[in-house]
């Protein structure tokens, strides 16, 4: 039996970091339980010759792929799309693109503006100030002053254009269309102990030079130095309940396997869109038979990804290839809705850098366009660093078929019902996506580019998990109210992305975090005036 | 974690299609996928793809009717591009580790121009480009919605 403490947070990811560093000023006894474990800089596959090698292997963005004692399974049933995170300190931000956007003022409106899905409970205006404090905590690089977002501050100059970027900005204003430097979640100098970006590479193996904001490398040392307890190897069975409805604290089992107890206070979830439903399913009691805080019926449902939509060409002299961060350019030209397409709401499309040798030998292959035999080096000699690629990252609109359920057989290796996936894309969606194909062609031929092709939706694409446990007033048809607290459990809390209403179009993490420091700036106000368990 | 090895047979119809994937070319000065350096590194890389290599090297041995390795070369081309069609996944997974193993030979990647060694802690240049590029988008009025 463990010490009761104030505050139990269960993952130490995006949101579970930074409700730790907000909650940590007032000296509660707080505890965040990570069933990773820390990756150190040594760790990361940019260290070794076989970097690209371990993309495939221990730093596969696929858990069923990586498959670490610390992964959970997912059955990813007959999804076009598959469940891509990381488990450890920083959760999936360590392998995060560090792509920053924030939602749009509009994403908050989609009922109000468009007629479709809900609106939120909050807004933009409502996070702006937490969007801030989030943005000088995370350390953003930027450029002020892009016409597709209110105005925001941004701490520190973009990412390098490089040679690829002025091919896209050469292509779209020639197209006339929008384009702008990535918020990226990148130090682009020397910021709050973190050295600047060195162009290593892509992103997403995690960042040896520390520069990527993994909220191991942000949030968390300002939280430990805090006073907040960080547990890893601590893997979350079921939350549970007392008499009084309730919760108590959590059960967990440890690296050894051994069952712990953690008594506490009050509980907050934050193990991101696919792993906050499978905790509430799987925490059965007899008063809550279908799972904590789902007197709704709506845990695990309205799942949303953001379906992407890859389209490639080659052009005929080298660019960056790998060089540099994967993503640092955006375009929001077909972001708001515009009724004459066929479709509402809207995507982003990310502006991408190239891959490395292996990963470009390995897409070509699988594309068809790398053959057998004598052909093969004259061939790969003409893709090789002339790859152009953008991704129509698609607002995904949430549907109740769409969902997280417990698979009755697969288990993880503590033998806690693993997560199944039941998803289809929707018809709004497929008419974005093939838009996003057709407009990144039409980019694509301005900028020179052969061979264009397309992935749509990419299979090993859901990075972005939400909707599962949406907030909203209506007890019946929300899961948390507008500031993250369980309608059913008056101390329960979560903060991931598995309470977004609807999905945006954009990169999920900035709003992520916001949204986890407002609803942590609600307890605390909530707390000082008596009224966060009312 | 511990992964099954290939036989003896396996090994050497392995060597064999490797060296028709990716031949030795003069004109680039590169060796092949069945080089002697290069071939232990892609046995020794299977790992969580022996399974899937194991099944793509039994489905080789059924199109050859027997060891893909003591075909004549035009036959082994006619089988191998029969394989290519009919691999389905376990093929693919099979020339992943191949071409992982290849791209990362320093005589291979020398021939690309590419520096053999790990991008830590050197890093890469990326050019910082010219901003004035933006200058057309500057000049946009605000494209979000006002709520």
Redesign the interface.
Same mark, same amino acid.
């Given at each position: 039996m463990h010490e009761k403490v104030d505050v139990l947070i269960i993952g130490s990811g995006a949101s579970g970091a930074a409700v730790a560093w907000s909650l940590a000023d007032t000296k509660m006894r707080i505890l965040c339980l990570e069933q990773g474990d820390w990756v150190k800089p040594t760790d990361y596959p940019t260290n070794g010759r076989d970097w690209e090698a371990r993309l495939f292997g221990d730093f596969a963005i696929n858990p069923n792929r990586r498959a670490r004692e610390t992964d959970y399974p997912i059955n990813n049933g007959t999804s076009p799309i598959q469940v891509v995170n990381f488990n450890g300190v920083g959760g999936s931000t360590i392998m995060y693109t560090a792509h920053y956007p924030r939602l749009h003022p509009s994403d908050f409106r989609v009922k109000t503006l468009d007629g479709v899905a809900d609106d939120w409970p909050v807004d933009y205006a409502t996070l702006e100030p937490f969007f801030a404090e989030n943005d000088r905590v995370t350390g953003v690089a930027g450029l002020e002053g892009d016409p597709a977002y209110p105005h925001h501050a941004l701490p520190m100059p973009p990412l390098p254009l490089g040679k690829t970027g002025k091919c896209f900005g050469e292509a779209m204003n020639k197209l006339g269309w929008h384009w702008w430097p990535s918020d990226s979640a990148i130090a682009t100098t020397e910021y709050d102990g973190r050295a600047p970006c060195i162009n290593l590479g892509h992103c997403t193996p995690g960042c040896a030079q520390g520069a990527k904001a993994s909220t191991d490398v942000t949030y968390w040392p300002h939280a430990i130095r805090a006073g907040v307890q960080l547990r890893t190897r601590a893997r979350v069975r079921e939350i549970t309940v007392g008499p009084d409805g309730l919760a108590t604290g959590a059960i967990y089992y440890d690296a050894e396997g051994k069952e712990h107890f953690q008594p506490a206070e009050m509980v907050i979830v934050a193990c991101n869109g696919i792993g906050t439903p499978r905790l509430l399913l799987n925490s059965v009691s007899a008063r809550f038979p279908n799972g904590i805080g789902n007197s709704s019926g709506l845990v695990g449902r309205n799942l949303m990804f953001h379906p992407f939509a890859h389209t490639y060409g080659y052009v005929d002299e080298p660019i960056d290839g790998n060089t540099g961060a994967q993503l640092s350019l955006w375009s929001q030209e077909f972001y708001e809705t515009d009724r004459s397409r066929g479709f509402v709401r809207g995507y982003t499309l990310q502006l991408h850098r190239g891959a490395g040798m292996i990963v470009d030998a390995i897409a070509n292959t699988a594309r068809g366009f790398l053959p057998w035999g004598e052909a093969h080096h004259d061939v790969y000699r003409t893709i090789f660093n002339r790859k152009l690629g953008l991704s129509a990252i698609c607002e995904d609109l949430p549907e109740e078929h769409n969902r997280v359920t417990l698979d009755p057989v697969l288990k993880d290796s503590n033998g806690i019902p693993a997560p199944k996936i039941e998803y289809t894309l929707g018809e709004n969606t497929k008419k974005m996506m093939a838009h996003g194909v057709a407009r990144s062609k039409e980019i694509l031929e301005a900028a020179g580019a052969k061979n264009v092709g397309s992935d749509a939706p990419m299979l090993n694409a859901g990075w972005h998990l939400m909707g599962t446990a949406r907030m909203g007033t209506d007890p019946e048809r929300s899961v948390v109210n507008e500031w993250g607290r369980s309608h059913d459990v008056k101390n329960m809390f979560i903060v991931d992305g598995s309470i977004w209403v609807t999905s945006g179009g954009v990169n999920p993490t900035s709003t992520i975090q916001a949204l986890a420091l407002y609803i942590a700036d609600n307890i605390k106000r909530r707390l000082a005036d008596a009224t966060l368990f009312d | 974690m511990t992964y099954e090895t290939l036989t003896d047979a396996e090994t050497r119809d392995l060597r064999a299609l490797a060296g #028709?994937?990716?031949?030795a070319?003069a004109?680039?000065g590169?060796p092949g996928a069945d080089d002697d350096l290069i071939f232990p590194d892609i046995l020794r890389?299977l790992?969580?793809d022996t399974a899937d290599a194991k099944t793509a090297l039994q489905q080789l041995v059924t199109l050859s009717g027997g060891a893909f390795s003591d075909l004549t070369a035009e036959r082994r081309?006619e089988v191998?591009a029969r394989f290519?069609q009919e691999g389905g996944a376990p093929l693919?997974a099979l020339?992943?580790v191949v071409?992982?193993?290849?791209?990362?030979d320093d005589r291979v990647?020398r021939s #690309?121009g590419?520096e053999?060694?790990?991008?830590?802690?050197?890093?890469?240049?990326?050019?910082?480009?010219?901003?004035s #590029? #933006?200058d057309?988008?500057?000049t946009?009025?605000?494209?979000?919605?006002?709520?």
């Open positions: - | #028709l994937m990716i031949p070319s004109t680039h590169v890389s790992e969580r081309g191998a290519k693919f020339n992943r071409l992982l193993c290849y791209y990362r990647m #690309l590419q053999p060694r790990s991008p830590f802690p050197k890093g890469h240049v990326v050019e910082q480009g010219d901003w #590029l #933006l057309p988008v500057r946009r009025p605000p494209m979000w919605r006002r709520v």
